[in-house]
């Protein structure tokens, strides 16, 4: 079994910073793309960030210049570094990866449960 858990939420001024990490743990045999996501109320889901298991990565357009993201793969971990923070970031934000849990059996998708973002003076 394979579970992704997210930490660092929480309730940060408008232009401030806040970390989001992720964790994966379970029955692993490799870690492929992992990604943040987030939804804020009343909106469908969205991606945030990706990173390749190369460490290659992209951006939503709203948060270039603003947002990084980051992976250890020994660690199995992934990092999103937000900096000047806009009350629009608001919103739940997840975590998802790609894994495969054995040799030759393919990958699939998991998704964290999610943790809160609040900008807000």
């Known amino acids: 079994q394979v579970q992704l858990v997210e930490f660092g939420g929480g309730l940060v001024q408008p232009g401030g910073s806040l970390t989001l990490s992720c964790a994966v743990s379970?029955?692993?045999?490799?870690?492929?793309?992992m990604g943040w996501y987030r939804q804020a109320p009343g909106k469908e889901r969205e991606s945030v960030a990706s990173i390749s298991e190369a460490g290659g990565t992209s951006y939503e357009d709203s948060v270039k210049g603003r947002f990084t993201i980051s992976r250890d793969n020994r660690k199995r971990t992934m990092n999103l570094q937000m900096d000047s923070l806009k009350p629009e970031d608001t919103a739940v934000y997840y975590c998802?990866?790609?894994?495969?849990?054995?040799?030759?059996?393919?990958?699939?998708?998991?998704w964290g449960q999610g943790t809160q973002v609040t900008v807000s003076s």
């Open positions: 379970g029955n692993i045999f490799f870690v492929y793309d």
């Open positions: 998802n990866a790609d894994v495969a849990v054995g040799y030759g059996l393919g990958h699939k998708n998991y």
